[in-house]
């Protein structure tokens, strides 16, 4: 079952910086958070992940509280094509993915 | 990188037809492969976890008997809905995990989009 919490909806501004939250107050030591998100009637991709660190790739920033019951997903510098639902998921390594409501980001001109 | 390939990518039938959905690990062995269904304006949904040779497992709620998985071979998974009926209508969507490092999480496919009619 999902764990996570997250707000249904948010826009950002084209070229500005989208901050995704999420909460996952009941989190276990081993379980990873991840980030997904998924363009309308297409499968989701892979953003990034994180157990405890901060973690940053070419697509975007992955902040995660030092409780870990919390963190946030930053895409640096949103565009157009990034509109899309983004899910955040916490995971055991090596057990399914349950996709949670998401978040639902509209990047505005 | 991983691909994970789904076909057809929309499909329509009639009501109380079957139709089987294939999702290919292109690049890569997939030991176990996943099905989810999705409604519109509503999260994904795991329908069953299939590991290659073995019989799929299920989630609460969804008929097996409904929903034929068969993994047989590491790089194709079939589901194929049985008796199709308009409310089986929805997207369906397949990822896979290799055998290598868990870590980076699964890949998914493109889906499927089925239309009872």
């Known amino acids: 079952d999902a764990k996570t919490t997250q707000p249904p909806s948010m826009d950002c501004a084209e070229g500005r910086a989208a901050n995704l939250p999420c909460n996952h107050s009941?989190?276990?030591?081993?379980?990873?958070v991840y980030w997904y998100r998924q363009i309308h009637s297409q499968g989701p991709q892979y953003i990034i992940h994180g157990l405890k660190n901060n973690e940053t790739n070419e697509m975007a920033s992955l902040i995660i509280t030092e409780d870990r019951k919390s963190s946030t997903l930053i895409l640096p510098h949103a565009t157009l094509r990034d509109t899309a639902v983004y899910y955040c998921?916490?995971?055991?390594?090596?057990?399914?993915?349950?996709f949670g409501t998401g978040t639902s980001l509209t990047v505005i001109p | 990188g991983a691909v994970v390939s789904q076909h057809p990518s929309w499909v329509i039938c009639k009501s109380g037809t079957s139709v089987k959905i294939e999702c290919r690990s292109l690049?890569?062995?997939?030991?176990?492969m996943f099905w989810y269904r999705q409604f519109p304006k509503q999260s994904l949904m795991l329908m069953a976890t299939s590991n290659e040779g073995s019989k799929a497992t299920y989630e609460q709620g969804v008929e097996k008997d409904k929903f034929l998985i068969n993994h047989a071979s590491l790089t194709l998974s079939t589901l194929t809905v049985t008796s199709a009926h308009p409310e089986d209508s929805s997207f369906y969507i397949c990822?896979?995990?290799?055998?290598?490092?868990?870590?980076?999480?699964?890949?998914f496919g493109s889906g499927t989009r089925l239309t009872v009619v």
């Open positions: 009941t989190i276990s030591g081993n379980e990873y």
């Open positions: 690049d890569f062995q997939a030991t176990t």
């Open positions: 998921i916490v995971r055991v390594t090596g057990n399914q993915f349950y």
């Open positions: 990822s896979a995990r290799g055998t290598g490092d868990y870590g980076y999480g699964y890949t």
